[in-house]
């Protein structure tokens, strides 16, 4: 019987990394957020109706959420922790400027942009290799004639053995297997291949490296 296993490309697997990444920063954006509007509502109205700096009012009761996630971070959340810290923090915002308020918001923005960008950029070469050699199952390269037949490369295997051997069985199966260099036909070692868009060391730098040396991470770029 046939098995419909799907096989998990690489490109797959690094979107759904990035996307789990991504939902541990949404959640605690979004959670500061809910809370910097309602504090800074509060700020607001506690301004108009005793005839204050409105923008001081609103500015600094955005960043009250700031100090609660700071104790929640630093596991001190206790009911007296945080009576301390409200009444703390309503008898010293008086003295503190809007300017810097203005700054720690910035500073705020900044962290969470600085946080998206490391998540699109990270390295996640090894992390793919292991949930795509794990999640596949794999033990043979199946050889296709066209790179664009690589979505068919790999045959995933099914067997009878318990759960617990099959990470030896994987490692031994690999130290076993020997692949060829798409471009040149050099026998590589499997680890090698995946890491290499299925080339040689070799080769796979020269397909990414133009003319004057640079390497780029797409081989269509322009020379």
């Known amino acids: ?26 959640k605690p954006l979004f959670m500061f957020v809910l809370l910097s509007v309602l504090f800074g509502y509060l ?17 600094f009761g955005s ?3 700031l100090g609660l996630a700071l104790i929640n971070a630093f596991n001190y959340g206790s009911f007296i922790i945080y009576t301390i810290y409200t009444v703390a923090y309503i008898c010293l915002i008086g003295f503190v400027p809007t300017l810097i308020g203005f700054i ?3 500073i705020i923005i900044a962290i969470f942009i600085v946080w998206f960008i490391y998540i699109e950029k990270k390295d996640r070469t090894e992390e793919i290799y292991k949930i795509y050699y794990y999640s596949n199952n794999m033990t043979t390269p199946v050889k296709t004639k066209t790179t664009e037949e690589i979505g ?13 051997d099959i990470e030896k069985n994987i490692f031994d199966d690999e130290e076993k297997l020997e692949c060829e260099c798409e471009r040149c036909f050099k026998k590589i070692s ?34």
């Open 1 to 26: 019987m046939k098995s419909n296993v799907k096989v998990k490309t690489k490109e797959d697997i690094k979107k759904d990394l990035i996307s789990k990444d991504l939902n541990e920063l949404i």
């Open 104 to 106: 720690i918001l910035f």
């Open 63 to 65: 960043l009250f959420p």
């Open 43 to 59: 700020g607001y109205r506690y301004c108009i109706d005793n005839n204050l700096d409105i923008i001081h009012g609103i500015v």
């Open 190 to 223: 499997l680890e090698e291949y995946e890491l290499n868009d299925f080339m040689c060391e070799d080769c796979y730098q020269e397909v990414h490296t133009d003319k004057n040396g640079n390497f780029h991470d797409d081989e269509y770029f322009d020379v």
């Open 152 to 164: 068919e490369r790999y045959i995933p295997v099914i067997d009878d053995e318990p759960e617990e």
